[in-house]
T-cell receptor, first 114, second 115 residues
């Protein structure tokens, strides 16, 4: 069973701080990694994807990937109350027979306090 | 990314009935996916729908319970059959697309309550 693990939280940070969200995955062969943001009552929104080891920055968001440690993280700089949401880590796994599927973690609830 | 719409946005249904959910995309896509998100849970893939072939179902999901149609490259339906309260969930369709590999974009979802 291919798995994606996240701390469920809640993670609470003050406005302006850095929020750090973490994710581990079970399949060493995985190549594609995604972060989704889901506001309450809404569908998931893709905010970052990363395929190579290292950091990838997009505005206030930085995704970090360490394939050797099977670890991917999302940093949110200068956190805003509007960043309060559940963040879902998703990994593309080979489910067998060259069938790939996106597997989601349970998500981390982030609250940014004004 | 593609613009995805779903109908209905929400519904309340009685036990034993069926509901068909529609997913429409504004561009042609090869693969469409159907997910379920139960209350307080993450997303679980139900099936993958390719145009012109039978849908591929994940473990725990069967065609008799969740029949899927994919008549063309912009449209798909998921039917939830013989519903029970345990089927109360948000049902989401998604498509691949974008700048890189395998990114999926989600429709707004259908919130189903079975009484």
């Amino acid at each position: 069973q291919k798995e994606v693990e996240q701390n469920s939280g809640p993670l609470s940070v003050p406005e302006g701080a850095i929020a750090s969200l973490n994710c581990t995955y079970s399949d060493r062969g995985s190549q594609s990694f995604f972060w989704y943001r889901q506001y309450s009552g809404k569908s998931p929104e893709l905010i970052m994807f990363i395929y190579s080891n290292g950091d990838k920055e997009d505005g206030r968001f930085t995704a970090q990937l360490n394939k050797a440690s099977q670890y991917v993280s999302l940093l949110i700089r200068d956190s805003q109350p509007s960043d309060s949401a559940t963040y879902l880590c998703a990994v593309y796994f080979d489910s067998g027979g060259s069938n790939y599927k996106l597997t989601f973690g349970k998500g981390t609830l982030l609250t940014v306090n004004p | 990314s593609a613009v995805i719409s779903q109908k209905p946005s929400r519904d309340i249904c009685q036990r034993g009935t069926s509901l068909t959910i529609q997913c429409q995309v504004d561009s042609q896509v090869t693969m469409m996916f159907w997910y379920r998100q139960q209350p307080g849970q993450s997303l679980t893939l139900i099936a993958t729908a390719n145009q012109g072939s039978e849908a591929t179902y994940e473990s725990g999901f069967v065609i008799d319970k969740f029949p899927i149609s994919r008549p063309n490259l912009t449209f798909s339906t998921l039917t939830v059959s013989n519903m029970s309260p345990e089927d109360s969930s948000i049902y989401l369709c998604s498509v691949e697309g974008g700048q890189g590999l395998y990114e999926q974009y989600f429709g707004p979802g259908t919130r189903l309550t079975v009484t």
